[in-house]
Nanobody
């Protein structure tokens, strides 16, 4: 099993930055990759970014390319999401996920999820 805990969300203004963290425990490295998703009420969970535990491969949704950066610290079993130039449309609950391949972008393709952290961007 893998346990995931997100943190770092908050209320910010458009153009501001936030750094989210996902602390993982359990069989983290049995998964190919970790990913960040986000979800707003009434909509499906949306892929944001992913990173492999080994190597340097990353993958981003078009909506966040150039603004968000995913990174990891394997020794700390932690994955980060640096979010810059935030927009109101980035407002969502952000979840980290494990158990999928780094190129997977559907929530059903990941087995483990955290409880999420709220990010709210005001205009």
């Amino acid at each position: 099993q893998v346990q995931l805990v997100e943190s770092g969300g908050g209320l910010v203004q458009a153009g501001d930055s936030l750094r989210l963290s996902c602390a993982a425990s359990g069989r983290t490295f049995s998964s190919d990759a970790m990913a960040w998703f986000r979800q707003v009420p009434g909509k499906e969970r949306e892929f944001v970014a992913s990173i492999r535990w080994s190597g340097t491969s990353t993958y981003y949704a078009d909506s966040v390319k150039g603004r968000f950066t995913i990174s990891r610290d394997n020794a700390k079993n932690t994955v980060y999401l640096q979010m810059n130039s935030l927009k109101p449309e980035d407002t969502a609950v952000y979840y980290c996920a494990a158990g999928g391949y780094y190129l997977y972008t559907l929530h059903s393709q990941y087995n483990y999820w955290g409880q999420g952290t709220q990010v709210t961007v005001s205009s």
